[in-house]
């Protein structure tokens, strides 16, 4: 953008911006009514999708803090998040996540709610620190139910626990994660006898007093659906045949396997710096079903011809069930060079060859790609017994905040030799389900740059500020130069010693940021102009850095809460 420039203050741009979404969805072939809150929502017109096969329908009422509407979901509309964004006079808000179910939703009410058990979605929200939701509802002696409970990874702040009563208030069943990725519990209960019976919702109140404020929505999906624990092999090469066992428990009822090219909503594991291939894409995905599918209660196998145009990224595998389609857990399909393994009866080996001066890099995808347990670390043994280096979680001791638990090892040889590269387990537990896939490339520690705020907005003639993120990889503590292509006044810098990390008291991420300002051009047209954010180390070694901008999803000032990739930055340009 280029032309005459009228500089204002940045106070005078405003725009809306979303806090929360109730419901957080709605099921597909239905029209559901919707209650945007925020700020500056009073001139919202409509709603943008990922997705053409979801649409505003109409505004039905609008103030300063809320707006409501109608959306409709096509049905075909994917199951899982979508993103959504609102439009305004004022400019375009942050985006939010809207979910696709596949099940009748239901509207959690007040007191002890009484339902029936049937594959449903219950749409509820929390009001206070201390509120609690109860359920009430008849089972039958052999039923099994599972109730999944969906908020951080779907669009809310809750962290909660689910407790199961009998009709006597004896506790039956509990849960509080349901792995040590996901921080929402869910409970898959086959009842010893008929009965009534309570399920409980509670908020968790830990040490630090944590608490959702206002965005304590949540879905509770009741059905009877499987639970995926494990897939192996974890990936495979386009062009390859791909053959995979899944693991779990209540899969007897499988019929078919999908994979989908993940959506961009999709990559609720997203964390920083991540090693997952990410892309932020949502165009056509792809879409591939098995040719031959064999179950039993404990596990599917299932067989896919992968076409040599299957995109490289991340897939997502879904089972079709006589109940319904389960989540699996999501597939590399990757042409670098890989290796699957498990934890089967120890710690995995892989001989690797080693180079002087010729920098040596190896990384897990495990927990990144929804297996719920395993938390790998990588050493790199010499032939003659010598640790020469190890690498446990990305970002030590924040593995479910910023960093994730699989492992990125870089290492500089000082000698050729053969050397063995050992994954294990950081408590070295085993089993079927402690899969993981390994990257190994020759490359040096380096950087990410993300942008802040996920999209801006501005008038002709104006000037907008984006924020620029550095999250430093392992071992990378160099200076870093940033700048806007195209725009000689939009550049800064990074110092070496800037801290990326853990802060002091370890609630929160020390992330180095820099302020870049960015012109727009008075003759400029409405519209959305995508620029390209860079970055460099400042000794030049090393490759260009494309920036990322991401959606953030948690309380201001916090980068724990959901994250998902976003296509590249952009400037919207209001209409005049």
């Not at 002696?141 to 908020?151: C, H, K, N, P, V």
Request: negative net charge; proline residues 7%.
């Amino acid at each position: 953008m280029r032309g005459l420039i009228l500089l204002l203050p940045l106070a005078m741009l405003g725009g809306p911006h979303v806090l929360r979404v109730m419901p957080l969805g709605g099921q597909a072939g239905t029209t559901v009514e919707v209650e945007f809150t925020g700020s500056d929502l009073e001139a919202v017109q409509e709603a943008r999708f990922d997705s053409p096969d979801l649409a505003w329908v109409e505004t039905v009422a609008a103030t300063v803090k809320s707006v409501k509407g109608r959306i409709r979901i096509a049905p075909q509309a994917a199951l899982g998040p979508h993103r959504v964004q609102l439009i305004s006079r004022t400019g375009r808000s942050n985006s939010w996540l809207f979910n696709v179910n596949q099940f009748p939703n239901l509207l959690r009410t007040t007191g002890r709610q009484p339902i029936t058990l049937k594959p449903q979605v219950i749409q509820g929200q929390m009001k206070g620190l201390a509120d609690q939701h109860w359920f009430t509802f008849p089972a039958q002696t052999g039923e099994r139910w599972l109730f999944d409970l969906q908020s951080i990874e779907r669009g809310g702040f809750l962290e909660c626990s689910l407790t199961l009563y009998d009709e006597a208030g004896r506790e039956v069943a509990h849960n509080e994660d349901q792995d040590e990725f996901l921080e929402t519990p869910r409970l898959a209960q086959v009842f010893a006898r008929a009965g009534n019976y309570t399920l409980k919702i509670d908020q968790y109140r830990g040490p630090q007093g944590v608490a959702c404020g206002e965005n304590c929505v949540y879905q509770l999906q009741i059905s009877q659906l499987p639970v995926v624990t494990g897939l192996y092999p974890l990936g495979a090469r386009p062009g390859s045949r791909y053959s995979v066992h899944v693991s779990g428990e209540a899969l007897a009822g499988t019929t078919g396997m999908v994979l989908v090219r993940a959506r961009g909503a999709e990559h609720y594991r997203l964390t920083f710096p991540y090693t997952l291939p990410v892309d932020g894409s949502d165009t056509s995905p792809q879409r591939i079903e098995a040719r031959r599918v064999k179950a039993t209660a404990a596990g599917v196998d299932g067989e896919f011809e992968l076409p040599a145009t299957a995109q490289p990224g991340l897939w997502r595998l879904w089972l079709q069930t006589r109940t319904g389609w389960a989540e699996a857990i999501t597939a590399d399909i990757s042409t670098g060079e890989a290796m699957d393994g498990q934890l089967l009866m120890g710690p995995g080996r892989h001989p690797v060859d080693l180079r002087a001066g010729e920098p040596f890099h190896a990384w897990t995808l495990a927990a990144q790609l929804g297996l719920p347990e395993i938390d790998t670390v990588l050493e790199l043994w010499s032939a003659d017994g010598k640790l020469l280096a190890e690498h446990d979680d990305l970002m030590s001791g924040q593995g479910t905040v910023i960093g994730n638990p699989d492992s990125s090892l870089f290492y500089l040889p000082q000698k050729s030799e053969k050397a063995t590269l050992v994954v294990r387990d950081r408590t070295d537990r085993t089993g079927p389900t402690y899969a993981y896939r390994l990257h190994v490339r020759p490359q040096a520690p380096s950087f990410q740059l993300l942008a802040e705020p996920e999209e801006l907005s501005a008038a002709a003639g104006t000037e907008t500020e984006v924020t620029v993120l550095l999250i430093k990889e392992p071992g990378f503590e160099k200076a870093v130069d940033v700048w806007v292509e195209g725009h000689p006044e939009a550049k800064g810098n990074f110092r070496a010693d800037q801290h990326f990390g853990p802060s002091g008291d370890g609630d929160n991420i020390n992330i180095p940021a820099v302020k870049l300002k960015l012109k727009v051009p008075a003759s400029a047209a409405a519209g959305d102009y995508p620029f390209q954010l860079r970055g460099r180390a400042a000794d030049g070694a090393g490759g260009l850095v494309e920036g990322l901008s991401t959606l953030w999803i948690g309380p201001q000032g916090k980068r724990n809460d959901t994250r998902r990739p976003m296509p590249q930055p952009t400037v919207y340009v209001l209409p005049r």
